[in-house]
């Protein structure tokens, strides 16, 4: 593999309380893949593995067991699909960090960037989550839908194909951006075991960079446009539709940013498992982790905002229908997971992430990350499980004419959970034996383009930036 060169534009000097990006890294291209290489050839966190495989096979399980039940009791699908909403908004989210960072070049990214990507294979078990899901939505004829379609139309039945082709989408652009952006390492792995027939045809030439940079831009881009519309139709068809008086514009902003906030969490916390049982502590510095934090500190205090934005509406509106809202979601039978979900969402990690001795280290970070990724569930369970157990009386201008019951999930349930969890875990570790968690070619340019020297009495890291 050739490292992609470029002439430095400027240079950036980063603070004195940087670190060094590249600690301790092999120098050079050919010791750097050999490295990667040997570290990429043996079997690790294989007990993890197995385990996640595990509890994978337990939610295929409790799936069988869920259509079993039918589809009758509405209600009985609405702890389906928080799974489902929470699956979106951590594995599937994670993937924007990479293309965020990308798309405005933080240099800080590229150790990380690799092992960011293989969350696109979260997608996979989205699909297959959501295809069971389909019956449980109602069709369009039964409520306020969003969705104004003539009866000859596929949509006439309900959303369901729309959703479909939105998360479809999804896969197809995370699929093939941790495919193109993986290329170049794939070969520069089989040539360094000596089976260059494995390259795929990848020789390194300029136009095949060329052409791998601007396919990882597209992609990336497409890939953050359809993630945001999949958040809109699934906050809109799986929760405002269903509850008559829900007339919010506000919760599908909140539902993506809250995702985000999620996925970068999730990212957060498999970055601390890679580091300490990976193997990779050398590629994975105090920047990987204090750069990540400040961003989640401002996604966290972004969560208040836009709850609070739309919470005060109809908090001072009080009409009948937004009172049967905020007490189907918020402060009737779900008022002990929302509780659960604004603390662990907003009032723990603030308090956390706001002090610099946490927010500055390794551990500090991740344990933040743990709470606000169980804060998330919780926040859309209390979403989606009064959404679906709501009676509507097809009309958007009616109050509800009950409050639903508190549903406790049934084993069923439960080994869903679980087996979501260990879905994310098992595709992201068998995607992490099949593709580089180092992504080879960015760590190369990386350590042609910086280097760390003294000034005055501090070290810092000089970046230079192609133009």
Known sequence: MTAHTAQAGHAEHTGPHHVNPRPNLPEGPAALTKDVAERFAHPRLGALLVISGLMFLGGIAGVVMRISGGYEDRAAWGFYAAIFAWVLSTGCSAPILSVATRLTKGYWRKPLVRMTELFTVSTILLVLLFIPLMPAIPSVASHVSFWMTPASTPLEGGPQWALLLGVLGLMVCGLGLLYTSARADKAAIAEQSGGAAAAGGWGGTPNQWKVMRQGITYLGSFYLMFLIFVHLLVSIELAITLVPGWRDPIFPAFHAITGLQAGLATLIIMLAVMKRLGGYDQYLGLDQFWNPA??????????????WSAFIIFWYGRTPAEVGVLLATEFGPYLTPFVIGFVLNFV??????????????????????????IGNFFDRWRIYGGAFGVNPLGGHELPLDRIPMTRIPDLADLLVLLGALGGMVFFYLIASRIIPPISLWEVKEGQLLTRVQTLLRNTVTVIGKPE
Do not use: D, E
């Open 348 to 373: 723990a990690p603030l308090l956390l992430l706001v002090w610099n001795p946490i927010r500055v280290s390794f551990n500090g970070p991740v344990v933040a990350s743990v709470l606000i990724v």
């Open 294 to 307: 400040k961003l989640l500190m401002a996604f966290t205090m972004l969560w208040f905002y836009f709850w």
